[in-house]
């Protein structure tokens, strides 16, 4: 099946320093990318939705500013958190729309997930 | 608006036993629902989709427009099927995800 990674898996940081986590896919090309957050114990909730090329659709309440995605390729889309707070902790998901395995459905997968911890 | 709502956080059952998982949705047009499974440690996975009317795992779900269900089912619960399920719903053209809040199932030996 089709694999979606996440770079890095959990990061630590500091308040008031900002954070990268990269999203590819590695045996397709996704034609849209969505990052979501997730608080313990919750359910997902969508933050932005990204075309290649283009500028991510964010959700409302999300600060388009504070969370910036950059979707340069088709295999590979970045959420940069700036200036991150501890209210920014959280497991942050990414999530490939695009046919792979020869499949002839568009499907979302999802990559693992990133821990942030911010101090 | 759209909305997944999954009425049970929990559900713990018994080796064996039937299995349903209760998920109901808002929306204003014709949607697509559906099942993803989160076990434990691992990443979301499709499980299941109503347009496809498949069983995967032994898991069927129908889609039921007139209650606005897509509840999720199986005749015998086997251990492994022990994880996090979400429900999800798909609206308009932005194929964007609506997820529900999750049920923990737990299937006891």
């Known amino acids: 099946g089709a694999v979606v990674s996440q770079h890095p898996s959990w990061v630590i940081c500091k308040s008031g320093t900002s954070v990268k986590i990269e999203c590819r896919s590695l045996?397709?090309?996704?034609?849209?990318m969505f990052w979501y957050r997730q608080f313990p114990k919750q359910s997902l909730m969508l933050m932005a939705t990204?075309?290649?090329?283009?500028?991510?659709?964010?959700e409302q309440g999300v600060e388009k500013d504070k969370f910036l995605i950059n979707h340069a390729s088709l295999t590979l889309s970045t959420l940069t958190v700036t200036s991150a707070h501890p209210e920014d902790s959280s497991f942050y998901i990414c999530?490939?729309?695009?046919?792979?395995?020869?499949?002839?459905?568009?499907?979302?997968?999802f990559g693992p997930g990133t821990r942030l911890t911010v101090l | 608006a759209q909305r997944v709502t999954q009425p049970e956080k929990l559900l713990s059952v018994f080796k064996g036993a039937p299995v349903e998982l209760k998920c109901n949705y808002s929306?204003?047009?014709?949607?697509?629902l559906f099942w993803y499974v989160q076990y434990s440690r691992q990443r979301l996975q499709l499980l299941l989709r109503?347009?496809s009317r498949e069983s995967i795992k032994g898991f069927t779900a129908d889609l039921n427009k007139g209650e606005t269900s897509f509840h999720l089912k199986k005749p015998f619960a086997q251990e492994e099927d022990s994880a996090m399920y979400y429900c999800?719903?798909?609206?308009?053209?932005?194929?964007?995800?609506?997820f529900g809040k999750g049920t923990l199932l737990t299937v006891n030996p």
């Open positions: 999530s490939a729309r695009g046919l792979a395995g020869g499949g002839s459905y568009n499907e979302q997968f």
């Open positions: 929306y204003s047009g014709s949607p697509e």
């Open positions: 045996d397709f090309q996704a034609t849209t």
């Open positions: 999800a719903l798909r609206g308009g053209s932005n194929y964007k995800l609506t």
């Open positions: 109503h347009i």
């Open positions: 990204s075309n290649e090329g283009s500028k991510a659709t964010y």
